[in-house]
C-alpha cells in the first residue's frame, strides 16, 4: 500500500539518537551512529520524530510500504520490557532506545562501597582531596540530561527524583553531598534548551513509583521555567508526592 512514512537521510543523521528516543513506537534504531527505519509497519507515519531531529535529517514522504502494525509495535515494546528488566505486560509504555549516541546509553551506579570522604579540616590540610579522590561521587544514574533520559527505567523505581538546573551544581559547592546523593539527576536548562519540559516530566512521574521530588534552581528569573514545568508535571500526574523547591543564590548560598 502507499502511505505516509519516515524518511531518514544519513547524510544529515549526526548520530545524537534524539529522534529514537521520540519515537514512540521504537521504530527508530541506531546502528553505526546512524539512525535507521527498523521496520515499515512500526512506523506510523505521524512524525514525532521530526521535531527532536536538530540536523534535520528526518522527512516524511508517501511511499509503497507495509500498513503500521500496533501488534507488531506491541510485540517489540514487550521485548524492549523484558531487556530492561520492566514488568512485562499489556500497554508497556515507549521504551528507551538501544544503541545510538554512546554518551545516552543507561548506566547505574553502586555508591554503597564507596570510600568515605575526609571531613575535618586537619584531613584537608593533610592530604588534597583531588589527589587522593576521597570525595566521591553520588550520582546514581546516567544520562543526567532531561532530553535523553528515558521515561522509563529501573532506576526510577522507589526513587527520589532532583529535578536541577544545570547551573545549580556550578553555584553550590556540596551539590553532590546535599542534593545528588540519594537521588536519581534529572538536568536541564530552561533557557537554553529547546522545547518545554512538562511532558516528559510527567511521563517520568506517572509511569514509575517514584517516592518524592526535589526541584533545584537558581535565584535568575529564567530558571523558573524549570520550577514551573516540575511543579505542572506533578499536577499532571495526579500523583500526591513529598516535594520541595531550593533557590540557589549566584554566589552560592541557599536562600530558599
Known amino acids: 500500500m502507499i502511505r505516509k512514512i519516515v524518511k531518514i537521510d544519513e547524510e544529515k543523521c549526526t548520530g545524537c539518537g534524539l529522534c529514537a528516543s521520540a519515537c514512540h ?28 531531529c536538530p540536523a534535520g535529517a528526518i522527512t516524511i ?30 500497554g508497556v509504555p515507549h521504551m528507551p532506545h538501544a544503541g545510538g ?15 568515605p ?11 588534597s582531596c583531588y589527589e587522593n579522590h576521597t570525595v566521591p561521587s553520588e550520582l546514581m ?28 551544581a556550578y553555584a553550590y559547592a556540596a551539590f553532590h553531598r546535599d542534593f545528588i546523593k540519594n537521588h536519581i539527576t534529572l538536568i536541564g536548562c530552561p533557557k537554553l ?3 518545554d519540559y512538562t511532558d516528559k516530566l510527567t511521563e517520568i512521574i506517572s509511569n514509575n513509583n517514584i517516592k518524592s521530588i526535589t526541584i533545584v534552581r537558581m535565584e535568575v ?20 508526592l513529598p516535594w520541595r523547591v531550593v533557590v540557589i543564590s549566584r554566589d552560592g548560598e541557599i536562600l530558599e
Not at 101 to 115: D, E, I, L, V, Y
Not at 221 to 240: I, R
Request: charged share 25%; with cysteine; aromatic share 6%.
Open 61 to 90: 514522504e508517501e511511499r509503497e510500504s507495509a500498513a503500521y502494525s500496533p501488534e507488531a509495535v506491541e510485540m517489540r515494546k514487550q521485548i524492549l520490557a523484558a531487556q530492561n528488566g520492566i514488568a512485562v505486560g499489556p
Open 101 to 115: 549516541c554512546p554518551g545516552s546509553a543507561m548506566h547505574t551506579f553502586n555508591r554503597n562501597n564507596q570510600k
Open 193 to 195: 534548551d529547546e522545547g
Open 221 to 240: 528569573p529564567c530558571c523558573g521555567g524549570l520550577e514551573h514545568a516540575a511543579t505542572e508535571a506533578l499536577k499532571a500526574s495526579g500523583k500526591f
Open 117 to 127: 570522604q575526609r571531613n575535618s579540616d586537619a584531613d584537608a590540610r593533610e592530604t
Open 141 to 168: 544514574q546516567w544520562p543526567v540530561q532531561i532530553k535523553l533520559l528515558p521515561t522509563q527505567a529501573p532506576f526510577y523505581e522507589n526513587a527520589n527524583l532532583l529535578i536541577a538546573a544545570d547551573c545549580t
Open 25 to 52: 513506537e521504537n521504530a527508530i534504531v541506531m546502528e553505526n551512529g546512524k539512525a535507521h527505519l527498523l521496520r515499515d509497519d512500526f512506523c506510523d507515519g505521524f512524525g514525532d520524530c521530526l521535531p527532536a
